[in-house]
Structures are given as structure tokens and as C-alpha cells.
């Protein structure tokens, strides 16, 4: 059952990912853009090039022949994948899910036009003034993402007139590729967000992780926990739109399908066909699978007899503060003084600000105070501090 895999984008979800198919008895080849980067320290083999030239992409799919490949970012020649899969490698999910997923005009029209998923009003903007019309349109304040980016970069939300230069400049400076346009949301008034883990299978029923609720700055995850507490009638929804999306893009693998619960129901808002950062809290061991394993056996086509809730969990990201090389850490001994604490390191190379280094986990008995645990991850999160050298000019 050996497979040669080649993981594409090798930040810490790789890294997790990596270890999970180890376990499996696989043969990974990480890739990235930059050296020495998280996942590449754990698989079998490396290599460093830019995943947007077409001709590089081709030229290491050639010298490692892969059974599988496994995307874990957007900056990619996704367009690529159509004839990998036509030469016999797997894409995971599928060249489709991929190409859809990885830009957002792609996911959103396919979402609201083709499915009729209930989502935010949006327009695209390609220009600064394409972006004060789509904003007048749709009112303030709303919310600005490039239509390829990861991790909250470039996204934003004006609340004023005058924030609309900036968001525009912030939305270039952060996207992924050479796509200048963006997408531009009017801003829905939620309650909850929360991401859906959700399992699809070459031969199986789709399966469906208890929810996780997370929160957000700056576009990116500040914290989750699992199980995030909904009604019956939003998650039954929740999944059906799941499968409704995932059955639509085709593939194996896990998802992380997010959504905004308001008081006047749930909207579909993005969609990750792999494992999801807000996930991570399945590092607690919250499930009886982690999201990296539930992903290496879908992709795998091996069993998943069940998804079962063991126990409450909770995640805080353990930020860096600067530019800089060489990270150091400490504070590492008295977050572990915490019971039922965890700290896990991704061991990325450099630091700048905002970046994630790390994550603290908490868990306890599945129906421990959510809130509690929440507060007691940001904690220890906030115990760990992140030293660099600096950066050379």
C-alpha cells in the first residue's frame, strides 16, 4: 500500500500531514519555496522552487513520478493538475477541487450561482476605483480578500470611506500570484464562526467532525475549540451545504468548510479542500482521529470506521512579534507545568510579525466549560514568547 507522495506547500498543516502518512508507511517529498521549511524537517525527501512557474512544477513531477499529490497552499499552477491527472497521479482532492478552491472567484460563483448556497452579497474589484464602487454598493462596512491569499493576508474590513486606499494597498501587498483582483463581501452580522470538518471517500458515505468554533484577527485564526455548541436545525444545514459543495468539486480528502451562524441562519463563507488551521485543535486529541489522519486515510483509501468526540479541546496561536531568523523560545517549561496542556513548535526558520510559530493545546472531559478552556489555552499561548535574531538588512 506504499504511495510516493508529493506535498506541495510544506507549512505546519504540512508538517502534520507528513507525520500522519509516515505513520502509514509512506514516502512523502515536501515542497516549498523556501528551504528547510516545517514539513520538509519530517518527510523523506525536499525540494525548493516556486510552485507558480509551470515548467518547475512540471519539471519535479517528471524526476519523482508521485502516485499522489497533495496541494497545501494556493500559490500554485493549479491549472497544472488536469493533466497530472491525466498521466495517473491522484490530486487530492481532484484537479477540479483544487483549481475551484485555490482562487475565490472560482469557490464564490460556484457557491452562489451554481449551488444556491445562501453566502454574503459580494462584487470583484480588479482597481482602486472598482474597489470604492463595489464598496458604495454594497455598503459599510464590508470586508476585502484577495482572490488568492492564506493565513489573513491581505484581508481586511473598511468601516470608512477613507480605509478603502488602504484596504486596496494591503490586499496587493498580501495576495498570493499575480492576480490583482479581490473580492469585496458586505459584512454579515454573525454570532459564531465555524469551520466543518468534512470527510469525503473514494468508496464511503461523507463523514462530518463535531463543529469547530474559532475566532478571527486579521483574517486569521486566533483560537478554536471543539465541540463549538449550535443548534441541530444550523448543523444539519451546515451539512447538507458541505456535502452539497464537496460532492460538486469531486475528490478524497478532508475539508474545512467554514460558516457564519447569525441570527437569521447560516451563510457558507469559504471552503479549504485540505486540513484546516482552526483544525489544529484536533491536536488535543479531542477526536479519535486528527484532522492529519483522517486526511492521510481518505487520501489513502483506507478505513474510517467512525468519527467520535473523546473529548472538550481548545487552541490559542503563539505569535511572533518581529522580523528576524533563528526563532528561540521560551516560556515553553511553564505552559507544560499546565495540566492537560500541550505546546507544539512548527519550527519555521524566520519570524515576522504576526507570524504563527506555534500553538498551545488544552483539553479536559467533553463537557467541560468551553469558555474556561479557551481562556486557559490564550494563557498559555501568551506564556511561550518567540526570540529572534534580527533580521540582516
Same mark, same amino acid.
Given at each position: %500500500?506504499?504511495?510516493?507522495?508529493?506535498?506541495? @506547500?510544506?507549512?505546519?498543516?504540512?508538517?502534520?500531514?507528513?507525520?500522519?502518512?509516515?505513520?502509514? @508507511?509512506?514516502?512523502?517529498?515536501?515542497?516549498?519555496?523556501?528551504?528547510?521549511?516545517?514539513?520538509?524537517?519530517?518527510?523523506?525527501?525536499?525540494?525548493?522552487?516556486?510552485?507558480?512557474?509551470?515548467?518547475?512544477?512540471?519539471?519535479?513531477?517528471?524526476?519523482?513520478?508521485?502516485?499522489?499529490?497533495?496541494?497545501?497552499?494556493?500559490?500554485?499552477?493549479?491549472?497544472?493538475?488536469?493533466?497530472?491527472?491525466?498521466?495517473?497521479?491522484?490530486? +487530492?482532492?481532484?484537479?477540479?477541487?483544487?483549481?475551484?478552491?485555490?482562487?475565490?472567484?472560482?469557490?464564490?460563483?460556484?457557491? #452562489?450561482?451554481?449551488? @444556491?448556497?445562501?453566502?454574503?452579497?459580494?462584487?470583484?474589484?480588479?482597481?482602486?476605483?472598482?474597489?470604492?464602487?463595489?464598496?458604495?454598493?454594497?455598503?459599510?462596512?464590508?470586508?476585502?480578500?484577495?482572490? %488568492?491569499?492564506?493565513?489573513?493576508?491581505?484581508?481586511?474590513?473598511?468601516?470608512?470611506?477613507?480605509?478603502?486606499?488602504?484596504?486596496?494597498?494591503?490586499?496587493q501587498s498580501g495576495k498570493r500570484g499575480d492576480i490583482?483582483? +479581490?473580492?469585496?463581501?458586505?459584512?454579515?452580522?454573525?454570532?459564531?464562526?465555524?469551520?466543518?470538518?468534512?470527510?469525503?471517500?473514494?468508496?464511503?458515505?461523507?463523514?462530518?467532525?463535531?463543529?469547530?468554533?474559532?475566532?478571527?484577527?486579521?483574517?486569521?485564526?486566533?483560537?478554536?475549540?471543539?465541540?463549538?455548541?449550535?443548534?441541530?436545525?444550523?448543523?444539519?444545514?451546515?451539512?447538507?451545504?458541505?456535502?452539497?459543495?464537496?460532492?460538486?468539486?469531486?475528490?478524497?480528502?478532508?475539508?474545512?468548510?467554514?460558516?457564519?451562524?447569525?441570527?437569521?441562519?447560516?451563510?457558507?463563507?469559504?471552503?479549504?479542500?485540505?486540513?484546516?488551521?482552526?483544525?489544529?485543535?484536533?491536536?488535543?486529541?479531542?477526536?479519535?482521529?486528527?484532522?492529519?489522519?483522517?486526511?492521510?486515510?481518505?487520501?489513502?483509501?483506507?478505513?474510517?470506521?467512525?468519527?467520535?468526540?473523546?473529548?472538550?479541546?481548545? #487552541?490559542?496561536?503563539?505569535?511572533?512579534?518581529?522580523?528576524?531568523?533563528?526563532?528561540?523560545?521560551? @516560556?515553553?517549561?511553564?505552559?507544560?507545568?499546565?495540566?492537560?496542556?500541550?505546546?507544539?513548535?512548527?519550527?519555521?526558520?524566520?519570524?515576522?510579525?504576526?507570524?504563527?510559530?506555534? +500553538?498551545?493545546?488544552?483539553?479536559?472531559?467533553?463537557?467541560?466549560?468551553?469558555?474556561?478552556?479557551?481562556?486557559?489555552?490564550?494563557?498559555n499561548a501568551k506564556k511561550v514568547r518567540v526570540e529572534?535574531?534580527?533580521?540582516?538588512?
Amino acid at each position: %500500500m506504499a504511495k510516493k507522495i508529493m506535498l506541495l @506547500g510544506s507549512g505546519e498543516l504540512g508538517r502534520e500531514f507528513v507525520i500522519a502518512a509516515k505513520r502509514l @508507511g509512506q514516502y512523502v517529498i515536501a515542497v516549498d519555496s523556501y528551504n528547510d521549511a516545517p514539513a520538509q524537517q519530517v518527510a523523506d525527501e525536499r525540494e525548493v522552487i516556486n510552485m507558480l512557474d509551470g515548467a518547475a512544477l512540471d519539471a519535479i513531477v517528471a524526476k519523482h513520478r508521485p502516485d499522489v499529490i497533495v496541494p497545501e497552499i494556493e500559490a500554485i499552477r493549479t491549472e497544472r493538475f488536469y493533466d497530472y491527472e491525466k498521466q495517473g497521479i491522484q490530486v +487530492v482532492p481532484s484537479a477540479r477541487a483544487a483549481n475551484f478552491t485555490m482562487n475565490r472567484r472560482a469557490i464564490r460563483d460556484l457557491a #452562489s450561482k451554481e449551488l @444556491g448556497l445562501r453566502t454574503a452579497d459580494y462584487r470583484y474589484a480588479s482597481t482602486l476605483e472598482e474597489l470604492r464602487s463595489a464598496a458604495c454598493e454594497l455598503g459599510l462596512p464590508c470586508v476585502v480578500k484577495p482572490l %488568492m491569499s492564506s493565513s489573513g493576508k491581505g484581508q481586511s474590513v473598511i468601516r470608512t470611506e477613507e480605509e478603502i486606499e488602504k484596504a486596496w494597498s494591503y490586499s496587493q501587498s498580501g495576495k498570493r500570484g499575480d492576480i490583482a483582483e +479581490v473580492i469585496v463581501e458586505s459584512f454579515v452580522n454573525f454570532h459564531t464562526e465555524i469551520t466543518l470538518l468534512t470527510v469525503t471517500r473514494k468508496n464511503g458515505e461523507t463523514l462530518f467532525c463535531p463543529p469547530i468554533g474559532h475566532r478571527q484577527e486579521r483574517g486569521d485564526y486566533q483560537e478554536s475549540w471543539q465541540p463549538c455548541v449550535i443548534s441541530y436545525a444550523d448543523l444539519k444545514e451546515a451539512r447538507e451545504i458541505a456535502d452539497k459543495v464537496t460532492r460538486s468539486l469531486t475528490g478524497a480528502g478532508i475539508w474545512g468548510v467554514e460558516f457564519f451562524l447569525a441570527d437569521d441562519g447560516i451563510y457558507f463563507s469559504e471552503l479549504s479542500p485540505r486540513p484546516h488551521d482552526t483544525g489544529m485543535v484536533t491536536l488535543a486529541g479531542t477526536q479519535n482521529l486528527n484532522e492529519f489522519e483522517l486526511h492521510a486515510r481518505a487520501v489513502l483509501d483506507l478505513p474510517i470506521p467512525e468519527i467520535e468526540l473523546l473529548k472538550a479541546g481548545a #487552541s490559542a496561536v503563539i505569535l511572533a512579534g518581529k522580523e528576524g531568523g533563528n526563532p528561540a523560545y521560551t @516560556g515553553v517549561e511553564d505552559a507544560l507545568k499546565e495540566p492537560r496542556t500541550d505546546i507544539r513548535i512548527f519550527g519555521k526558520p524566520s519570524t515576522r510579525p504576526y507570524r504563527r510559530m506555534g +500553538v498551545a493545546l488544552v483539553y479536559d472531559e467533553p463537557d467541560s466549560d468551553i469558555a474556561a478552556l479557551k481562556a486557559k489555552a490564550i494563557a498559555n499561548a501568551k506564556k511561550v514568547r518567540v526570540e529572534s535574531e534580527q533580521a540582516s538588512l
